[in-house]
């Protein structure tokens, strides 16, 4: 039970903080001003290098291998988009498909536990824009909803290599 009221603790966090992610990034870029999507970028890159830290310490050699393509992959995807902060959805639902995979774990398994870890990450992403269509000044855009979903592909994937 700890791990689903972990999953749920951070699904708050994300809801919870909706309506003032805006303001948090007008601060930054206004602190930031150009260096806002570098620093996002340097985040994003630095996370990257810490699971494949990680990843050496914990698997073979075909799985290190095979997160560094799909790290590469995530990273080229990441800098072709035009707006830096919706580069965090990958961040901050990685670490959501992570804590799905810890906490489906001990009952499913196999191709259809990920399933279920990919469809619970992908009904909170859908939450997570309806609740911006009902907020002011935020739009619900199925791109997000997207990053999302890789995003929390992601996490499950690394939790699965880690396993």
Do not use: C
């Amino acid at each position: 039970m700890n791990r689903w009221l972990s999953v749920l603790i951070y699904t708050g966090l994300i809801y919870v903080s909706l309506p003032f992610s805006n303001g948090w990034q007008q601060f930054l870029r206004k602190q930031l001003g150009s260096d806002f999507g570098l620093s996002i970028n340097l985040l994003l890159f630095a996370s990257g290098f810490f699971a494949i830290f990680w990843i050496i310490k914990k698997t073979t050699r075909f799985y290190l291998l095979l997160s560094i393509l799909m790290l590469s992959i995530l990273f080229f995807i990441i800098m072709r988009m035009n707006l830096p902060a919706e580069r965090m959805h990958f961040l901050q639902y990685g670490v959501l498909g992570y804590l799905i995979a810890w906490a489906v774990r001990p009952r499913f398994s196999g191709i259809g536990g990920f399933a279920l870890i990919i469809l619970l990450g992908a009904t909170i992403g859908l939450g997570d824009e309806l609740i911006q269509w009902v907020l002011p000044r935020r739009v619900f855009d199925w791109w997000d909803v997207s990053y999302n979903l890789i995003g929390t592909t992601i996490g499950a994937t690394l939790f699965q290599f880690l396993k």
